[in-house]
């Protein structure tokens, strides 16, 4: 339990630059991954698509489904690529370390790159920074900016407040749902670890949450996208 994360600290002789290097292979591996996945999902497509073609497609709606339940179709179409790249990287992501955590000395390298709170917080904070540069985009910086005195101009500094609690929440949610499920998951692969009491007492458990696992990380990468539109919505439709 008491893994270090491997870091490569004063990076490029910089004092103040640390990087994970477990987060920086596991963010790579979970790109990777999700790169494949498309270019195999449009390699020999087919008019009538059966497979994974057919798995992709159901995917495309399935997203296509999230963001025509929070804006019009004519405005959402824009965010279909950001919908469905966000729900393939978090979902796998959140998969890497359900599969296996991989542990070299004492420093975990394998794991979720979704149960480190700065990747979260980064990918929350990416949709509300996405969310602001969009409706400035679609309606107008001036119109935009007034968003923020309706109804009431003493309302301004609540909906500034609401853009940090909401880039938080995002992120904290994410992180939270996977960091607790890697910790149970390794609790109980120490049991099987410890003897053949153990490996017989846990197979089943361990078994059973790596399901559970599996359900949760694709309702978190569900949720992140839904309120990744939710917050689009609020920004670039006219009736927010």
């Given at each position: 339990?008491?893994?270090?994360?491997?870091?490569?600290?004063?990076a490029f002789g910089i004092e103040w630059l640390d990087f994970n290097l477990s987060n920086v292979l596991m963010m790579f591996v979970a790109?990777?991954?999700?790169?494949?996945?498309?270019?195999?999902?449009?390699?020999?497509?087919?008019?009538?698509?059966?497979?994974?073609?057919?798995?992709?497609?159901?995917?495309?709606?399935?997203?296509?489904?999230?963001?025509?339940?929070?804006?019009?179709?004519?405005?959402?179409?824009?965010?279909l690529p950001l919908g469905l790249t966000l729900f393939t990287y978090i979902f796998v992501s959140n998969m890497l370390g359900v599969v296996?955590?991989?542990?070299?000395?004492?420093?975990?390298?394998?794991?979720?790159?979704?149960?480190?709170?700065?990747?979260?917080?980064?990918?929350?904070?990416?949709?509300?920074?996405?969310?602001?540069?969009?409706?400035?985009?679609?309606?107008?910086?001036?119109?935009?900016?007034?968003?923020?005195?309706?109804?009431?101009?003493?309302?301004?500094?609540?909906?500034?407040?609401?853009?940090?609690?909401?880039?938080?929440?995002?992120?904290?949610?994410?992180?939270?749902?996977?960091?607790?499920?890697?910790?149970?998951?390794?609790?109980?692969?120490?049991?099987?670890?410890?003897?053949?009491?153990?490996?017989?007492?846990?197979?089943?458990?361990?078994?059973?949450?790596?399901?559970?696992?599996?359900?949760?990380?694709?309702?978190?990468?569900?949720?992140?996208?839904?309120?990744?539109?939710?917050?689009?919505?609020?920004?670039?439709?006219?009736?927010?």
């Amino acid at each position: 339990m008491n893994h270090e994360a491997p870091m490569w600290k004063d990076a490029f002789g910089i004092e103040w630059l640390d990087f994970n290097l477990s987060n920086v292979l596991m963010m790579f591996v979970a790109s990777l991954i999700v790169f494949i996945l498309g270019v195999a999902a449009t390699k020999n497509m087919q008019r009538y698509p059966t497979g994974f073609q057919n798995f992709m497609e159901w995917l495309i709606d399935f997203i296509k489904g999230i963001i025509g339940s929070n804006m019009d179709w004519r405005t959402g179409k824009l965010f279909l690529p950001l919908g469905l790249t966000l729900f393939t990287y978090i979902f796998v992501s959140n998969m890497l370390g359900v599969v296996t955590n991989g542990v070299v000395g004492h420093e975990l390298w394998w794991k979720s790159p979704t149960a480190d709170p700065g990747i979260t917080m980064t990918l929350a904070t990416l949709v509300v920074v996405l969310s602001h540069y969009y409706g400035v985009k679609l309606r107008g910086g001036k119109e935009y900016s007034k968003t923020f005195v309706k109804p009431l101009p003493f309302l301004l500094p609540f909906k500034i407040i609401e853009e940090f609690s909401n880039t938080l929440t995002l992120g904290l949610r994410l992180y939270g749902n996977i960091y607790a499920g890697e910790i149970l998951l390794t609790l109980l692969v120490g049991l099987a670890a410890s003897g053949i009491g153990g490996f017989i007492g846990a197979t089943l458990p361990m078994i059973a949450w790596m399901g559970f696992s599996t359900f949760i990380g694709f309702i978190q990468a569900f949720i992140f996208v839904m309120l990744t539109m939710v917050y689009m919505s609020h920004k670039v439709s006219e009736d927010h």
